[in-house]
């Protein structure tokens, strides 16, 4: 009888007990239950009667250990993560509960993946289970949970077995990205991180560039040259970086000469939007998101923002403003990327965050641009994108209408020698119409062109010149009056 009795009270007890943790499982809050845990595990281990045995009490309640693998750590993105999502990724779909679908262009089939944000995984009999989870400020977490007995398989050998697969399946499927940055507005959106992309398909390559052939050589010798220098900059004690100003008129190739690059070097492209960014401490949490292998592009960056330097003529208005209106100029001005701080990410201490990186800026008016920005060691390299020469046309040429030589190639010549047009438009002349190449038709098109060129260019210069002489006359008889009135 006592031992029936004894075995209802503890049957008694451990139903109370079950059922007060799963109403405490339910009823409190996350972080209510961790710090109530916490107590009641701490409070157990100081109490010196059960010291002994509080490692086992500690298992009986929390038997599973979480590991957590943030997307960004601190400033600088975190590739485990990384190789982590794409490793998930790869997981065979036909235990999937849920799959997302998608047509790649120019693909017949569809590609499916796993749009699930827990996954089970199995590891030298261990069974692991892997979460997507989405904080409140957006930032993304990969949450590893396994029981407490597997510790020293999953730190040992699971995690590397993990990673270094998901880069070798990222290695083995590689595809170059075109990426551009969300507004900081939206950093904190569940949906959005600060980089969104694209697949990379640009068919440029320098082989296609209208351009002489001694200055591809020469740019292209220079991307060799960093692309194998991972030991020489080691040397030398400089950041493996290197940086290139893109300038000249517009349609003369800036975009396609980027284009050619990362193809040649299959580097992905990061198109840095500048007016998107709010200070500099949000440029330099951009920027070390960047991955390595990549061209950080600045395009018409005289236009994009600011970045003279110097005080300009709305600053020292502030001083005549009203308060109201002086405290919303001071801070629209305050939500600016600085000059100061665009250069100490290509060439301060913020420029080693990161390995073989290449910073492109574009142009059309350098003259705009503040000497320290575009100085040798920040833009390594300046290459002039100019108006379209004979050497360069013959290159578009063989790219539209598969032609080395032609009767109307010398007077061509003699025009490209005396006008300014861009490759842009002399390319837009050779197009095919309707689909259809016509060799003679579109040369002759591009002649006809280039002479009424001729006749406006110099019909202004005429014009600029008429105007200068007048100018001249004017001063002239301005200073016979006045020594006439002298006299």
């Known amino acids: 009888m006592m031992m029936g009795d004894t075995m209802r009270t503890i049957g008694s007890s451990m139903a109370s007990l079950f059922f007060f943790w799963a109403t405490f499982q339910q009823i409190f809050p996350d972080h209510l239950k961790i710090a109530i845990k916490e107590f009641l595990l701490s409070t157990i281990q100081q109490l010196s009667i059960v010291q002994r045995f509080s490692d086992r009490i500690i298992n009986f ?141 640009h068919p440029a390559s320098f082989q296609t560039l209208a351009m002489e052939s001694k200055k591809k050589e020469e740019i292209l010798n220079d991307l060799e040259a960093f692309s194998n220098g991972k030991e020489y900059y080691k040397k030398i004690g400089k950041a493996w970086k290197r940086g290139y100003l893109l300038h000249g008129p517009p349609g003369t190739g800036k975009s396609t000469m980027i284009a050619a690059m990362a193809n040649h070097l299959n580097y992905s492209i990061y198109d840095l939007e500048l007016t998107a960014i709010q200070n500099n401490s949000e440029l330099r949490k951009l920027l070390t998101a960047t991955s390595s292998k990549s061209i950080i592009v600045i395009g018409d960056i005289d236009c994009s923002v600011d970045l003279t330097g110097k005080r300009s003529k709305r600053d020292s208005d502030l001083f005549s403003k009203n308060d109201g209106e002086k405290g919303k100029e001071e801070q629209n001005q305050s939500s600016r990327v600085t000059l100061s701080g665009l250069l100490n990410f290509i060439d301060g201490i913020w420029s080693a965050c990161g390995q073989e990186r290449i910073i492109v800026f574009t142009t059309n008016h350098m003259e705009k641009l503040d000497p320290a920005l575009i100085r040798r060691g920040r833009m390594d390299m300046h290459i002039e994108l100019s108006y379209c020469s004979f050497e360069g046309f013959k290159v578009l040429a063989k790219n539209y209408l598969d032609l080395d030589s032609h009767p109307l190639f010398v007077k061509i010549e003699s025009f490209l020698k005396e006008i300014n047009v861009s490759p842009a438009d002399v390319a837009e002349e050779l197009m095919a119409k309707n689909h259809k190449i016509d060799v003679d038709g579109s040369l002759k098109d591009l002649v006809q062109s280039l002479e009424r060129r001729k006749k406006n260019q110099r019909g202004n210069s005429h014009d600029q010149k008429k105007k200068y002489s007048d100018r001249k006359l004017g001063i002239f008889n301005w200073a016979s009056k006045q020594l006439m009135g002298r006299h």
């Open 61 to 201: 309640f929390s038997p599973y250990i979480v590991i957590n693998f943030p997307e960004y750590e601190e400033y600088r993105f975190n590739h485990a993560f990384a190789a982590i999502e794409t490793y998930l990724g790869a997981k065979a779909t036909d235990k999937a509960q849920k799959l997302r679908a998608s047509q790649v262009k120019e693909s017949k089939g569809l590609v499916l993946k796993r749009d699930e944000t827990k996954v089970r995984d199995v590891y030298e009999g261990l069974n692991v289970w892997w979460e997507l989870v989405t904080g409140t400020d957006g930032d993304r977490t990969h949450r590893l949970t396994f029981h407490r007995r597997g510790l020293e398989i999953v730190t040992g050998s699971y995690i590397k077995y993990v990673v270094e697969e998901g880069k070798s399946i990222e290695a083995r499927n590689k595809k170059m990205k075109l990426y551009t940055n969300n507004p900081s507005s939206d950093w904190g959106s569940s949906k959005k991180s600060m980089w969104r992309h694209i697949d990379f398909k």
